[in-house]
Each structure stands twice: as C-alpha cells, then as structure tokens.
C-alpha cells in the first residue's frame, strides 16, 4: 500500500509537471502553473534542507522536527513573500499550514519508528533463538 | 537442497556446492558464502592482525581514523568507510549513523530511549547511538534473512 501511495505521488507530479510543460509551450505561463511550480521549487528546497538536518545532525526526535519547523516555517514565508503568497497582514498562516504537515510527519515518523524497532527485535529473537 | 557435513580435520574450512545447472539461486549462494570470508586488516601495536568479519562488532570513525572493534579488542583499520561500505553489501553490517557500521548479526536489542534518541545494545553490552535514518537499512538485513 505505501509503494501504491508513494508511486501515485511520484506519478501525479510527474503528470502535472509534463501537463503544465505542454501547456507553457501552448499557451504560456499562467498563474495557476507559476504556484504550482513555485510549489515544485519550494519542495525541493525543504527536501534538501531535511536531507542536510538527516545527515549532519543527531537531535532527539522532537528537537529535529521543531528546528525542521522553524527551517521550513522560514523557508515558506522568506519564498511566500518573494513569490507574493501573502499579504503583509497574513504572513503568520505560514506557521499553520507547515505546522499541520510537520505534526502529521512526527506522528508518521513515531509510529514508523516504533514499528521498525518491533521488526527488528523480533527479528534478533528468532535468530537468536 | 540436500546439506552435508563432515569433519575433516586439519584442513581449512572447504565448502563445495554441487549444482544441477548453474542459475540465479547457485549464483546467490555462492556470493553469500563468498561474502563470509570477508576480512579485513587491523593493526595493532604489535602489528597487523586478519579479522574475520563475523568476529566485527562494529566498525568506527573516529576524528577520520577507523577502529575496529571485536568483542573485546580495537582495531586500527587503514582505508574508508567507503571502502568498507563496497565490501560488505549483502553481509550482515550495515550503516547505523554518520560514523559507524554495526554487524548486525551481534545486536542484541535496539532500544529507544529518552528524547527518542535509538541505542543499539550489543552482545557485548556496548552501546551504540543509531541514526533513525538508517534504522530502515537495518530493517531490511531482518527482511532479507527472512527473519
């Protein structure tokens, strides 16, 4: 089921990316194309941002996800305001909307985690008999 | 699959695989076996020694020098941890953080413990600290024994 997902993911951006290319050519860029490359862009950003926190840092669980909170918090709203996402009066939405996708990934995270340790002593068990 | 045994003694370790054709499955038991008698060169003091890799606990990088470390000796080892990474695919050492390899065939528990930092507990009861992001890798050495 998470390949299904995971490969649905994959599949979808590629579509959109290869849909929206056709259509830059065609008709040339709109708003609704220049979000969701922006989108694309910032993604791939706090991707590198979490792959360099992953490998170069050793922080207790809730301590890398809050300094992934305040990278990505940071990172949203330094790209929402150069990319005009939000008026000046509204910057703080940022701290929500990446405050939502970061507390599902801790919890995914945790659960993911507890279910490896389980696996893999289980595993040592019946090895060790 | 028909194994036998036999002691002989003074002689080394021989095994010998008969095969009706060779395929895939002959070719993957060979490599397993092959990547047994994988060691590496460890210097000490008195000079170099040949460590078998079921005898390594864990392997370690410490300020770009690498230690190996049995159960209850320490290695100098020459090379990278690259170097040592080529040579141990499909065995049971794996990457467990930035700076260390475990074999994972003398883990004894892993362990979370507080500020959801993971420990490795040893045979040996040493400990090491494990990355979460390479407890997958470790999962998947389970995964592939079949375990």
């Avoid at chain 1, 950003?45 to 360099?52: P, Q």
């Avoid at chain 1, 279910?115 to 595993?123: E, M, T």
């Avoid at chain 2, 080892?77 to 700076?99: P, Y």
């Avoid at chain 2, 883990?107 to 400990?127: F, G, P, T, W, Y």
């Amino acid at each position: 089921m998470k390949r299904i997902l995971r490969d649905t993911c994959i599949l979808s951006a590629l579509m959109t990316l290869s849909v929206f290319v056709i259509s830059i050519v065609w008709v040339g860029m709109t708003d609704e194309i220049k979000l969701v490359l922006e989108l694309f862009i910032l993604s791939f950003i706090i991707s590198l941002g979490n792959y360099f926190l992953d490998e170069y840092t050793s922080l207790p669980m809730i301590g890398s996800y809050a300094v992934k909170y305040i990278a990505a918090t940071g990172l949203v709203m330094l790209f929402g305001f150069i990319a005009g996402w939000f008026y000046r009066s509204n910057f703080w939405m940022a701290f929500i909307y990446v405050g939502i996708v970061i507390v599902l990934a801790y919890f995914i995270d945790a659960f993911k985690i507890k279910r490896d340790i389980d696996y893999i002593n289980s595993g040592i068990k019946k090895k060790k008999g | 699959m028909r194994i036998e045994k036999r002691l002989v003694e003074g002689r080394p370790l021989t095994v010998i695989i008969e095969y009706p054709e060779w395929n895939e499955s002959v070719e993957s038991l060979v490599r397993k076996i092959g990547r047994m008698d994988i060691s590496f060169v460890g210097k000490t003091e008195e000079g170099s020694v040949n460590i078998g890799i079921s005898d390594v606990y864990y392997i370690e990088n410490v300020e770009r020098k690498l230690f190996i470390y049995t159960e209850g000796d320490v290695y100098r080892f020459d090379g990278s941890m690259s170097d040592i990474e080529s040579r141990i695919e499909d065995t049971a050492l794996v990457r467990i953080s930035r700076t260390c390899i475990m074999n994972t065939d003398h883990l004894k528990e892993i362990k979370q413990i507080r500020n959801s930092h993971l420990e490795a507990v040893m045979d040996n009861d040493e400990k090491l600290i494990v990355s979460r992001k390479y407890l997958p890798d470790i999962k998947r050495i389970f995964k592939r024994e079949g375990i």
